[in-house]
Nanobody, 122 residues
Framework: VQLQASGGGWVQAGGSLRLSCAAS??????TGWFRQAPGKDREFVAA??????VYGDSVKGRFAISRDNAKNVVYLQMNSLKIEDTAVYYC????????????????????WGQGTQVTVSS
């Protein structure tokens, strides 16, 4: 599967952005969002699977993930953005079903989009 992430940009702190992850084919398995800031490790942001949704601690209550199966797109609505949310955001999917406990682990994913830059300024 090929993934195309889009929707990044520049926004002031407190603002909102919606990222999109378009897949080349319908998938009902897990789709995850990760981010990586300069000089920092990759961080789990959110994921959606048939079992539900899960969020990283730093984005809980501010970000929301959803899926449009008709369009093969997963969205990440980001609200109340903070400067520390600045990063390149990647969407990813595993080859098959993964255990719930592995969902936040980047190593469990096989396919990655190219990333989209999100910059939050004061």
């Amino acid at each position: 599967v090929q993934l195309q992430a889009s929707g990044g940009g520049w926004v002031q702190a407190g603002g909102s952005l919606r990222l999109s992850c378009a897949a080349s084919r319908l998938t009902l398995s897990t789709t995850g969002w990760f981010r990586q800031a300069p000089g920092k490790d990759r961080e789990f942001v959110a994921a959606i699977s048939r079992s539900g949704k899960v969020y990283g601690d730093s984005v809980k209550g501010r970000f929301a993930i959803s899926r449009d199966n008709a369009k093969n797109v997963v969205y990440l609505q980001m609200n109340s953005l903070k400067i520390e949310d600045t990063a390149v955001y990647y969407c990813a999917e595993p080859r098959g079903v993964i255990a719930w406990g592995l969902i936040p682990k980047g190593g469990a994913y096989d396919f990655w989009g190219q990333g989209t830059q999100v910059t939050v300024s004061s």
